[in-house]
């Protein structure tokens, strides 16, 4: 059944003109007056509801009743994920939020080749946290996780808390993951871009109580990285059986 996000406050029995973004995926499925679909908003819980009308430019929906879904992950994970190039961070992102992260914080680094400042990076994060919706939509998702406002490497440092266990994906003095017991609390993971992290940055994060782990003895790019590594954890202490 389609499912579509919403940012409107919902409940049984509620009639609502839907916005134009669904109006026109609405249109694009071919869907029919009186076909069901689901809504959400972010509190967790879902919405069917069902379709009173669709034109070209206006749809009506009545929700036919509120049901809790709790299919989010018990692993909370925080990406830290310097800005890559080109599709590659839509992708990476996209796919994270599907493997159930909890929120991502992109940073510049030093070997960062894409530099984004102002308007130009608040617009990228909009765009950035319409992606992470539309893999909500996609996957089952019904608490969307946060895109925060782009910021310094250093800066996202700074902003570590202490009680969430911290790795850094690097050769560097590196564990394997099967040997960290995380914390409870949960995960701040952080990937570097293309170029991987410079040798002062990887001493900034040791400073700031990361740890070191590894995917094994092949290079992974960026991407690749941080998708296989949230299986991992996923695997290990997540949801994936």
Excluded at 20 to 47: A, S
Excluded at 63 to 92: H, K, Y
């Amino acid at each position: 059944m389609p499912r579509f996000y919403l940012t409107d406050s919902l409940e049984s029995g509620q009639t609502l003109d839907l916005p134009d973004n669904i109006v026109r995926h609405l249109n694009v499925l071919r869907l029919k007056h009186e076909e069901e679909i689901v809504l959400f908003n972010g509190n967790g819980h879902v919405y069917p509801a069902r379709l009173l009308g669709l034109e070209k430019r206006r749809a009506r929906a009545e929700v036919l009743r509120e049901e809790p879904a709790d299919n989010e992950s018990p692993l909370n994970i925080t990406l830290i994920q310097s800005v890559s190039s080109g599709e590659r961070m839509d992708f990476t992102l996209q796919k994270s939020v599907e493997l159930g992260v909890s929120e991502i914080q992109p940073v510049i680094s030093e070997r960062t080749t894409v530099r984004l400042q102002g308007g130009r990076a608040d617009k990228k994060v909009e765009r950035w946290q319409e992606i992470v919706i539309s893999a909500c939509e996609q996957s089952g998702r019904n608490i969307v996780p946060n895109v925060l406002p782009l910021m310094s490497y250093r800066q996202a440092l700074q902003k570590m808390p202490s009680e969430k266990t911290k790795l850094l994906l690097s050769l560097n003095r590196a564990q394997k993951l099967n040997q960290i017991q995380p914390s409870s609390d949960g995960l701040i993971f952080m990937v570097g871009p293309e170029g991987g992290w410079t040798e002062q940055e990887e001493q900034q994060a040791f400073a700031a109580g990361f740890q070191s782990v590894t995917l094994g003895p092949r290079v992974l790019r960026t991407e690749t990285a941080s998708l296989a590594a949230i299986a991992a954890m996923q695997t290990l202490w997540g949801d994936f059986v």
